[in-house]
T-cell receptor, first 115, second 113 residues
């Protein structure tokens, strides 16, 4: 069964600084990988996804993530953080060709942005 | 707007009571998933339905049940409520593209007093 670890519970960055949120997964093969964002009082919105091919994927709001098979990682990055990026970020893993079995989510990383 | 609709948005009830949460998936999506989000447990998968039939079961308590109706909307029934059931309950749907991508509703926040 797949699992996801997000090692950082809470991260604080200054506005304009770069950001990297860590995600490690456990799965026997190459999984489908996702990053979702949850703003306060909102549902989860998909930021980006990796299915296959180019290991660097671009998402919405200026985010990108890189799939590294050797490290079982799918870290999320943004070169310059905006105050509106303050939210909870979830990494998720899915099993390819499995008939849409449920995604497994990490426990999330809460991002705070300071001036 | 994801296209997934959940009602009610907020619900306050007492221990021992029963509530029903409702979800309408995106147009054309056959799969519906229920997740529970609590502070200590994160996002926990409860149950999945596909075109009216149960497809997968996660950490769903026996006091909880769900169903998906012919029009594809789904209901999650929570009974004999306990304080610990207070949480955000999310519904999500997925397309038939087999990518696993989920589209989430805004959630129903349940408070049990």
């Amino acid at each position: 069964a797949q699992s996801v670890t997000q090692p950082d519970i809470h991260i604080t960055v200054s506005e304009g600084a770069s950001l990297e949120l860590r995600c490690n997964y456990s799965y026997g093969a190459t999984p489908y990988l996702f990053w979702y964002v949850q703003s306060p009082g909102q549902g989860l919105q998909l930021l980006l996804k990796y299915f296959s091919g180019d290991t660097l994927v671009q998402g919405i709001k200026g985010f990108e993530a890189e799939f590294k098979r050797s490290q079982s990682s799918f870290n999320l990055r943004k070169p310059s953080v905006h105050w509106s990026d303050a939210a909870e970020y979830f990494c998720a893993v899915g099993a390819p060709n499995s008939g849409n079995t449920p995604l497994v989510f990490g426990k999330g990383t809460r991002l705070s942005v300071i001036a | 707007d994801s296209g997934v609709t959940q009602t009610p948005k907020h619900l306050i009830t007492a221990t021992g009571q029963r509530v029903t949460l409702r979800c309408s998936p995106r147009s054309g999506d056959l799969s519906v998933y229920w997740y529970q989000q609590s502070l200590d447990q994160g996002l926990q998968f409860l149950i999945q339905y596909y075109n009216g039939e149960e497809r997968a079961k996660g950490n769903i308590l026996e006091r909880f049940s769900a169903q998906q109706f012919p029009d594809l909307h789904s209901e999650l029934n929570l009974s004999s409520l306990e304080l610990g059931d207070s949480a955000l309950y999310f519904c999500a749907s997925s397309s038939q593209s087999n990518t696993g991508e989920l589209f989430f509703g805004e959630g129903s926040r349940l408070t049990v007093l």
